[in-house]
Nanobody
Framework: QVQLVESGGGLVQAGGSLRLSCAAS????????MAWFRQAPGKERDFVAC????????SYADSVKDRFTISRDNAKNTVYLQMNSLKPEDTAVYYC??????????????????WGQGTQVTVSS
């Protein structure tokens, strides 16, 4: 497993932007598919975005497509989530996740075996 530490959360007005970062430990970062999930109070943990090993291929939940961008810097062992045009419904704890699972999709939390502690994002209306 890899240790993950998120940062960059906070309070922002609707329409604003935030950039989340997730720093990973270890020398094998490039062997992991990385993802962001989020969990609002009383709700399940939902997939937001994932990015494959080279950083070329990324997938997004429909609710964030065209507003959020996931990226990774393998030299810095870091994955990012740029969030633009934020909405109140984006309010949640955002979690970084990592997996070495090899498959066609990476949308399910059960596919990931390493998780960060989460960072709160609050969007005010």
């Amino acid at each position: 497993q890899v240790q993950l530490v998120e940062s960059g959360g906070g309070l922002v007005q609707a329409g604003g932007s935030l950039r989340l970062s997730c720093a990973a430990s270890g020398r094998t970062f490039r062997s992991y598919v990385m993802a962001w999930f989020r969990q609002a109070p009383g709700k399940e943990r939902d997939f937001v975005a994932c990015i494959r090993w080279s950083g070329v291929t990324a997938s997004y939940a429909d609710s964030v497509k065209d507003r959020f961008t996931i990226s990774r810097d393998n030299a810095k062992n870091t994955v990012y989530l740029q969030m633009n045009s934020l909405k109140p419904e984006d309010t949640a704890v955002y979690y970084c996740a990592a997996t070495r699972y090899y498959g066609s999709t990476y949308f399910y939390a059960t596919q990931y075996d390493s998780w960060g502690q989460g960072t709160q994002v609050t969007v005010s209306s």
